[in-house]
């Protein structure tokens, strides 16, 4: 799996819309880029994934540059319920699905 | 459908003592894992499953035993508990759809206290 790497934390302000960018240069052309985040104490919760199409649901965007050696999830209209450590992680969608230290998102009110 | 049932919720231990942390999902998912998660830290892959009767290790086993008889129980069993294991445990589960892994479900912890 390739290595990503994230900033180990941001702030943004409440309404506005929080860019999480990652970058993952070793990516290999099979690899999918996953985001899960953490609220405190919570299990992990998916997020969304993507290949090389930029992705939207009802949660967030994920936009992965053409190279795709680096995306970025957006979280449209952050609000406090946004506050959480998010976890870039690019894998092949096997069994085995392992997190690194992820961007500690605080959302300012 | 209640997703991925972890229990108990609390358990404190003696040093020594064996248990079993439960895990049931239902909703037919064949991927099955067990993370643990030190406070401050991150979560560290202890063991994971890809189907009934198949497991593997993660990064770190040591200590812990799994296996998995049916396709909705994934049980970790601590043989002889340690200090060192003083963690929260998240078991989590995934499927594939249109051949891609969907993202995991995780329950929502066990917190494990040994002394």
């Known amino acids: 799996d390739a290595k990503t790497t994230q900033p180990p934390s941001m702030d943004c302000a409440e309404g506005r819309a929080a860019n999480l960018p990652c970058n993952h240069s070793?990516?290999?052309?099979?690899?999918?880029v996953y985001w899960y985040r953490q609220i405190h104490s919570q299990g992990p919760q998916y997020i969304i994934h993507?290949?090389?199409n930029n992705e939207t649901n009802e949660m967030a965007s994920l936009i992965i540059t053409e190279d795709r050696k680096s995306s970025t999830l957006i979280l449209p209209h952050a609000t406090l319920r946004d506050t959480a450590v998010y976890y870039c992680?690019?894998?092949?969608?096997?069994?085995?699905?392992?997190f690194g230290t992820g961007t500690r998102l605080t959302i300012i009110p | 459908n209640a997703g991925v049932t972890q229990t108990p919720k609390f358990q404190v231990l003696k040093t020594g003592q064996s248990m079993t942390l439960q895990c049931a999902q239902d909703?037919?998912?064949?991927?099955m894992s067990w993370y643990r998660q030190d406070p401050g830290m991150g979560l560290r892959l202890i063991h994971y499953?890809?189907?009934?009767?198949?497991?593997d290790q993660g990064e770190v086993p040591n200590g812990y035993n799994v296996s998995r008889s049916t396709t909705e129980d994934f049980p970790l069993r601590l043989l002889s508990a340690a200090p060192s294991q003083t963690s929260v445990y998240f078991c989590?589960?995934?499927?594939?759809?249109?051949?891609?892994?969907?993202?995991?479900?995780f329950g929502s912890g066990t917190r494990l206290t040994v002394v």
């Open positions: 992680i690019a894998y092949f969608g096997n069994e085995k699905l392992t």
């Open positions: 909703m037919n998912h064949e991927y």
């Open positions: 499953s890809v189907g009934a009767g198949i497991t």
């Open positions: 993507g290949l090389k």
């Open positions: 070793t990516i290999s052309g099979n690899e999918y």
């Open positions: 989590a589960s995934s499927t594939h759809w249109d051949r891609q892994l969907v993202g995991y479900t």
